[in-house]
């Protein structure tokens, strides 16, 4: 069920939030019980993770997708509006079904009004190679109030550099 563009899981309980249709699956588990190499989250409850994805893909709950959604859309807008700085430990993993729901119901609300917010501004990104070979401009909306530093870290191994322009 659909509400205001957010699915409703209203009424799920702990065992669909943490059940495991196989064996091996990523999860919600209490710390010492991860079954993975990097499990993420503070606190005693952390989602199973690895610095590279293992092949094959494990199956994942829906409370593993949960945390999963909340690190990746809540970590985005922590990253461009808080301080930047991102740890595996930066949100506490909640384990039970109404914890989890209630902090993705969060963050999902959080995120799409700090999104729409964001709207009300354009700044120019310049990337440009060494040596200005493929120098483009590209306009992205940016955060009115932002006072973050110029982006100058290259990323996947590119030596590309990108700044952060005057709102247009």
Same mark, same amino acid.
């Given at each position: 069920?659909?509400? +205001? =563009?957010?699915?409703?899981?209203?009424?799920?309980? %702990?065992? @669909?939030?943490?059940?495991? /249709? !196989?064996?091996?699956?990523?999860?919600?588990?209490?710390?010492?019980?991860?079954?993975?190499?990097?499990?993420? +989250? =503070?606190?005693?409850?952390?989602?199973?993770?690895? %610095?590279? @994805?293992?092949?094959?893909a /494990? !199956?994942?709950?829906?409370?593993?997708?949960?945390?999963?959604?909340?690190?990746?859309?809540?970590?985005?807008?922590?990253?461009?509006?808080?301080?930047?700085?991102?740890? %595996?430990d930066?949100?506490?993993?909640?384990?039970?079904?109404?914890?989890?729901?209630?902090?993705?119901?969060?963050?999902?609300?959080?995120?799409?009004?700090?999104?729409?917010?964001?709207?009300?501004a354009?700044?120019?990104?310049?990337?440009?190679?060494?040596?200005?070979?493929?120098?483009?401009?590209?306009?992205?909306?940016?955060?009115?109030?932002?006072?973050r530093?110029?982006?100058?870290?290259?990323?996947?191994?590119?030596?590309?550099?990108?700044?952060?322009?005057?709102?247009?």
């Amino acid at each position: 069920m659909r509400s +205001g =563009g957010f699915v409703s899981l209203r009424g799920l309980d %702990d065992d @669909e939030y943490l059940w495991e /249709p !196989v064996g091996g699956c990523w999860n919600v588990r209490r710390r010492g019980q991860a079954t993975s190499s990097r499990p993420y +989250g =503070g606190g005693p409850w952390v989602f199973d993770n690895a %610095d590279e @994805e293992p092949s094959p893909a /494990p !199956v994942t709950t829906i409370g593993w997708r949960l945390m999963h959604l909340v690190d990746v859309i809540g970590g985005y807008h922590v990253f461009l509006w808080g301080d930047g700085h991102l740890t %595996d430990d930066w949100f506490e993993v909640p384990g039970s079904a109404a914890a989890g729901v209630a902090l993705w119901d969060h963050t999902a609300r959080h995120s799409s009004r700090r999104s729409a917010a964001r709207t009300t501004a354009r700044s120019t990104v310049r990337c440009a190679s060494p040596g200005g070979r493929r120098n483009r401009r590209v306009g992205v909306s940016s955060p009115t109030s932002s006072s973050r530093p110029p982006i100058t870290e290259p990323r996947s191994g590119s030596s590309a550099t990108c700044t952060r322009g005057a709102p247009a």
